[in-house]
């Protein structure tokens, strides 16, 4: 089902063009607007839905292979040297668009890019709470 008013959407369902890289009757992957990198491109799935938490079993099942496939080709096509796939959900964690989607980002070296973060650093007792935190 598609959402009102939501770009992802369109573009998945064709009624936005796009540069497709890849389509069948759930996904379409296109290069991104506004790409990290060349081939920088985005796995859409064509049913509407705002983010992970709210992604079918069915399709969240289907994303990685998809993610695979494309990441081999591409780094074949473009003699990418790494790979990062990259999903955020909800704006504290960067989304900008809700509509699901996953970041398809090839790595060159020197390409001047910084997808990382400023590593913390915990005590045993304080990894202990959160991991009972998590799980208990
Ligand atoms: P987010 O920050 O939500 O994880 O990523 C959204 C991504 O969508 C960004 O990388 C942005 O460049 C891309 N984007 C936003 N609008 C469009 C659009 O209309 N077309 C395409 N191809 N990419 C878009
Ligand atoms: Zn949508």
């Known amino acids: ?3 009102d008013n939501c770009i992802f959407c369109k573009i998945a369902n064709g009624e936005i063009p796009s540069k497709a890289l890849y389509e069948d ?3 379409k992957v296109i290069l991104d607007l506004g790409p990290a990198t060349k081939g920088h491109a985005l796995i859409l799935p064509k049913d509407h839905a705002d983010n992970l938490y709210e992604l079918p079993d069915e399709i969240a099942s289907k994303v990685l292979v998809l993610a695979k496939k ?3 080709l591409m780094t074949e096509k473009l003699q ?3 790979f990062n796939l990259v999903q955020n959900n909800g704006e504290a964690a960067g989304q ?4 699901f ?3 398809l ?3 060159y070296v020197n390409d001047g890019q910084n997808i990382n973060w400023v590593p913390g650093s915990l005590s045993q007792e304080e990894l202990e709470e959160i991991k009972n935190q998590i799980t208990e």
């Not at 900008?96 to 509509?99: A, P, Q, R, S, Y």
């Open 1 to 3: 089902m598609m959402k």
């Open 25 to 27: 009757e759930a996904f």
């Open 70 to 72: 494309m990441a081999t």
């Open 80 to 82: 990418c040297d790494g």
């Open 96 to 99: 900008t668009v809700n509509h």
């Open 101 to 103: 989607h996953m970041h």
């Open 105 to 107: 980002i090839p790595r």
